[in-house]
Nanobody
Framework: QVQLVESGGGLVQAGDSLRLSCAASGLTFSSYVMGWFRQAPGKEREFVAAVTGSSISLGYAESVKGRFIIFRDNAKNTVYLQMNSLKVEDTAVYYC???????????????WGQGTQVTVSS
């Protein structure tokens, strides 16, 4: 079965950087659009970034543009989220997701990981 396993979360200070990883198995990784989402306490889950199987960016949330970078390594079946200049408001559980089409990745990806907590202190 498909598994998406996030790692790399933790507690950091505002201004720090952190890199999240999402290792995928059970699917032809290069055929899937991969995305990152996050959910802060008391808020709905929101789209952060996505990338096609051929590493074309599908955009970023306005709140992270210029600070976060999504990239993937198809040889390792892994997608990453490099987070720079972290802010307190970036605190959330971060999820990776896999979708078969670009048109659905922001709204309804087929597969989800279990999430990893990122906490940014002031």
């Amino acid at each position: 079965q498909v598994q998406l396993v996030e790692s790399g979360g933790g507690l950091v200070q505002a201004g720090d950087s952190l890199r999240l990883s999402c290792a995928a198995s059970g699917l032809t990784f290069s055929s899937y659009v991969m995305g990152w989402f996050r959910q802060a306490p008391g808020k709905e889950r929101e789209f952060v970034a996505a990338v096609t199987g051929s590493s074309i960016s599908l955009g970023y949330a306005e709140s992270v543009k210029g600070r976060f970078i999504i990239f993937r390594d198809n040889a390792k079946n892994t997608v990453y989220l490099q987070m720079n200049s972290l802010k307190v408001e970036d605190t959330a559980v971060y999820y990776c997701a896999a979708a078969t089409r670009s048109s659905v990745v922001r709204r309804n990806p087929e597969y989800w990981g279990q999430g990893t907590q990122v906490t940014v202190s002031s």
